[in-house]
């Protein structure tokens, strides 16, 4: 029999982490085509990787990261006190666990945090794209991604993992790569965006825009849009929460007294959305926002029959759906139907809802369920994999053949 | 009851539903709790399994064990799969508790080829006797919930249900008739606790 409450391991950033790490950067060896049928002359990928990639190269997972993620998931930069995105998951003993697991993270096409996007430089102008950068979609990025996978010597994954947009690009590598890929780990997502969260993205989209300092786009080398920027992280920030976090976190709690106009910072809550907003401009571009955002909105593998058609090449694939009770922005309703369509694929599935009162965050705080129910996914997943691989269910795998 | 007795019977639930399986099968376990009978379907009999269970905990210990579960209730986890997709369906201990038994039962029919259906019998006698000569509803070893914080929605006996098959079409292949640990061969409806039966529809 298991024991159940073993040590909560990798509920939070400290001791025992990966410590010290670093992006690397990889430039695609030729022009790359984007769906739309534009090709760009250079793309760089910028990207992180924990643990080592085994001999027989059958432990690599990729995960993906959200809106505003980046290449840098886990870890410390040097001199930095804030550890990655989904440090909580990914280190040895976590979710991810780097003892066992050749982990990859890189930032998406379109981003602006190593990767190409429209910050920029336009090989043909030496000048930053801004707007004149085409617009790309989640299986662009996920095609850049299937490139920088394969440099990296990996024919299959074992996973692909990821949360919010993250997930999306989990369920298109699901879409176009089903047969690299062994498990698919979709978090706190959607097959496609609804109307209401389309809505909050344009709400974004437009405080980017109507900011003067947004010039269209060409704002580069001068003056960026942090204000509207900062706005549309605001608004984020609000479909991130629940009712029920918010309440505990800020309550009615007022701030110091100010001898403003009574329209300074009067609640707690608008400061900390404040601070989030301010916070989010020093490391992010604003035209970044709109095509990421846009992306995202893009999106739409289907829905109902048209989904299951689209999930139809994971019959047999493995496939884990998580969802949070209290995401309001992705409700578990949409998880579910992703599980369903994978079910009537006849994929293996586990779908689990965890009870969580964080909202959409739940996804980067909720590390100790989440461990709990990943770690061992891919400990049956990597046994399953060998086996169907041929070999007598020691560590040599599939993934080693060419 | 105590824990012990109810372990005994449990596991030996699990061991009659067991040798109705054959090797190799895919098998759907609703309402699997924590994936006992799973577990041992997998290590025993190397069957395909998946779970349906709403507990969050019971969840987890699922995955550990390393099973293929949804969280989801029965009434909805069904709608979810294929037509024909399992071998067998196993609704033991959980008929009494879904919404609509009925489309439950025929939703079993259709994402598998037998249904294996294990309840507690209402017609037990000591239930009737509690009924009978005590004015009370029935508490017991099969039924262990006061009216007030029972699971239960819906109350059968062994005739019932064969009945209930009759007028459906469907077909007992097998039964067993259980008081405790015990098998009971004669005068079930009165004499069984718990009855489990495996059904097919011609």
């Known amino acids: ?402 | 009851m105590n824990p012990e007795k109810r372990q005994a019977a449990a596991r030996l639930d699990n061991r009659i539903i067991a040798s109705l399986i054959p090797p190799g099968s895919r098998v759907l376990d609703l309402g699997c709790g924590e994936g006992d009978l799973l577990d041992l379907l997998v290590r025993e009999k190397g069957v395909i399994a998946s779970g349906v269970e709403i507990d969050e905990e019971a969840i987890y210990r699922c995955v550990e064990k390393g099973l293929s579960v949804s969280r989801l209730d029965i009434d909805s986890g069904l709608d979810d799969y294929p037509d024909g997709f399992f071998d067998y369906v196993i609704f033991n201990q959980v008929l009494e508790q879904v919404i609509h038994p009925r489309q439950a039962l025929l939703q079993g029919f259709r994402v598998g080829r037998r249904v294996i259906v294990g309840f507690p019998n209402f017609c037990h006698w000591p239930l009737r006797f509690r009924i009978l000569f005590r004015g009370r509803v029935p508490v017991g070893p099969a039924l262990p919930y006061e009216w007030y914080d029972s699971p239960n929605l819906h109350f059968l006996s062994v005739k019932d249900f064969l009945d209930f098959c009759g007028r459906e079409g469907l077909t007992v292949e097998s039964r067993f008739f259980l008081a405790g640990v015990r098998r009971v061969r004669f005068l079930p409806n009165l004499r069984a606790r718990k009855a489990i039966l495996g059904l097919s529809r011609s």
């Open chain 1, 1 to 402: 029999m298991k024991k159940i409450d073993r040590e909560k391991r990798g509920s939070s950033a400290g001791p025992g982490g990966l410590g010290t790490v670093e992006t690397k950067s990889f430039r695609l060896p030729g022009p790359h085509r984007l769906r739309s049928g534009v090709t760009l002359a250079e793309v760089v990928v910028a990207y992180e990787t924990y643990g080592e990639l085994s001999p027989g190269k059958d432990n690599a997972v990729l995960v993906c990261h959200a809106l505003s993620g980046d290449a840098h998931a886990a870890g410390f930069h040097p001199g930095e006190s804030r550890p990655g995105w989904w440090d909580r998951m990914i280190g040895p003993g976590r979710a991810f666990d780097t003892d066992k697991y050749f982990v990859i993270s890189a930032n998406v096409l379109g981003g602006c945090r190593g990767s190409t996007g429209p910050a920029s430089p336009d090989p043909a102008t030496g000048k930053p794209y801004g707007l004149s950068f085409p617009l790309v979609t989640i299986a662009d990025m996920v095609d850049v991604q299937k490139k920088l996978v394969n440099f990296l010597g990996v024919e299959k994954l074992l996973a692909v993992a990821g949360g919010s947009m993250g997930g999306m690009q989990v369920l298109k590598w699901g879409v176009a790569y089903p047969d690299s890929v062994a498990a698919l780990i979709p978090i706190a997502t959607a097959a496609r965006h609804t109307a209401l969260q389309i809505a909050f993205n344009e709400v974004g989209r437009q405080a980017v825009m109507s900011d003067p300092d947004w010039r269209g786009g060409d704002y580069y080398g001068q003056k960026a849009p942090a204000r509207g920027l900062a706005l549309a992280r605001m608004v984020g920030h609000i479909t991130y929460l629940s009712e029920r976090s918010m309440e505990r976190k800020f309550g009615r709690l007022r701030r110091p007294k100010t001898n403003g106009s009574g329209f300074a910072e009067e609640f707690e809550v608008e400061g900390y959305l404040r601070f989030q907003g301010d916070r989010f401009v020093r490391r992010f571009d604003a035209n970044s926002y709109l095509y990421i955002t846009r992306a995202i909105d893009n999106f739409d593998i289907g829905s109902g029959p048209a989904l299951v058609k689209a999930l139809s090449r994971l019959s047999d694939r493995r496939l884990l759906v998580i969802a949070f009770s209290s995401d309001w922005l992705y409700p578990p309703v949409q998880s579910k139907e992703i599980a369903r369509a994978a079910k009537l694929n006849r994929a293996d599935v586990t779908y689990c809802e965890i009870t969580s009162d964080a909202g959409h965050d739940a996804f980067l705080l909720e590390a100790e369920e989440q461990r709990r129910v990943i770690s061992r996914f891919l400990e049956v997943t990597r046994k399953r994999t060998a086996r169907a691989g041929g070999s007598s269910g020691g560590e040599e795998a599939e993934g080693g053949k060419r």
